[in-house]
C-alpha cells in the first residue's frame, strides 16, 4: 500500500480525476476545481515529479504550457473509475464528477464494474481474501509533507456530507479501512499495524464513523474493548483499495505487501474495470461524459 503515499496529498487525486475529464491548462484546473493557485502550482509540479502527468507547451508568444497524463498516470484509470463509482452510489449530492459515463465502444452508458481477470466474475470484499506477504502499509515518507487534513463538508443541518476524497486525500484514513480490510478489528491493532499515533487514531475512527464507513460494538471476546467494522459504506470501497494496490504493483514490479485472492478461483487478483453493458474492459480514450452529466 505504499502507493497510497503518492497521491493521498490534499487536491491531488481532484487534479488527476480532472486530468481524466480532459482538463490540461493551469487555468481550467483552477477554474474546475477551485484550488488555492499556490497550491494548484506545488501539486502539479508534484504530480509531474512523480510521473503521473507531464508538461508540455502549447503557446510560445507567450510560453504557456499544459499538463497531459503520462502512461503511469493513465494506468490510474480503473482507480479512479472507482472513486468515481462510489461517489455516485454513496457520495452527497453536488460534487463536481460527472453523473453520467459513456463507453465508446458500445455507445452506452454504463457503470464501472470490477471483475476478476481470470474468470470475469464480479470482485468484492466478500468473495476475497487478503494475503501479507511482509510487514504491510508501510509508513514511508512522502515527497510533500502536509499535515492537513482535508475536511469533508457540512451540510446546512451541520451534518457532514460524504465523498471519497475525504478519505482517499488522507493516507491513515485509506490505510485504516485497509487495516479492517485485512482483518483488524480492535484499537490496539491499529496501533501497532499503522504505526500511528493515538490521537492520530482516535480522530481517524470518529471521522470513519462520521462518514458512516466504520461501526463500532463491544468486542465479543472483551466486551471492556471495541470492535470495529467497515459498514456496507465502508466495504464499498475495496474497489478502490483493489485498484490502488495493482497499480503500485505496476509501478513497482516485484514482491508486494498485499496480494488479494479471489476465492471463487483461487487466483491472485488485480481486478479489471468493464462496461456494465456490453462487459468490455473499458480504457481511458473510450470512455466520454455526455454534455449535460
Keep these: 500500500m505504499a502507493a497510497v503515499d503518492q497521491i493521498s496529498e490534499p487536491w491531488s487525486n481532484s487534479i488527476i480525476r480532472a486530468a481524466f475529464l480532459g482538463i490540461r491548462q493551469f487555468e481550467a484546473f483552477q477554474q474546475k476545481l477551485g484550488i488555492p493557485r499556490q497550491t494548484l502550482s506545488l501539486r502539479l509540479a508534484y504530480l509531474v515529479k512523480i510521473g503521473l502527468l507531464r508538461k508540455q507547451a502549447y503557446q510560445s508568444q507567450p510560453l504557456r504550457h499544459e499538463y497531459r497524463l503520462t502512461q503511469d498516470g493513465k494506468n490510474l484509470h480503473d482507480n479512479v ?39 470475469a466474475e464480479s470482485l468484492t ?42 478519505v482517499i486525500d488522507d493516507r491513515w484514513s485509506v490505510l ?36 458512516k464507513l466504520m461501526k463500532k460494538k463491544p468486542d465479543p471476546k472483551d466486551a471492556r474493548r471495541s470492535f470495529y467494522s467497515l459498514t456496507k459504506i465502508g466495504q464499498d470501497l475495496f474497489p478502490y483499495l483493489l485498484t490502488i494496490t495493482a497499480w503500485g504493483r505496476s509501478r513497482q514490479p516485484g514482491p508486494d505487501t498485499l496480494h488479494w485472492q479471489h476465492k471463487s478461483c483461487q487466483n491472485l487478483v488485480s481486478g479489471r474495470m468493464v462496461c456494465s453493458h456490453c462487459l468490455q474492459a473499458v480504457l481511458p480514450h473510450e470512455v466520454f461524459s455526455p454534455a449535460r452529466a
Design 176 to 211: 485504516l479501512i485497509a487495516a479492517v480490510a485485512l482483518g483488524f478489528h480492535r484499537y490496539d491493532q491499529f496501533l501497532e499495524i499503522l504505526n500511528i499515533s493515538s490521537a492520530v487514531l482516535a480522530q481517524r475512527l470518529k471521522r470513519m464513523g462520521e462518514l
Design 81 to 119: 473509475l472507482a472513486s468515481w463509482s462510489w461517489d455516485r452510489r454513496w457520495g452527497d449530492p453536488g460534487k463536481n464528477i460527472p453523473r453520467r459515463l459513456v463507453h465508446s465502444v458500445c455507445l452506452h452508458e454504463f457503470k464501472p464494474l470490477l471483475v476478476c481477470e481470470h474468470c
Design 125 to 166: 470484499l466478500r468473495n476475497v481474501s487478503a494475503q501479507l506477504t511482509c510487514q504491510p502499509l508501510p509508513n514511508t515518507t512522502r515527497a510533500i509533507r502536509n499535515n492537513r487534513w482535508r475536511v469533508a463538508n457540512a451540510d446546512d443541518k451541520g451534518q457532514t456530507q460524504r465523498d471519497i476524497l475525504a
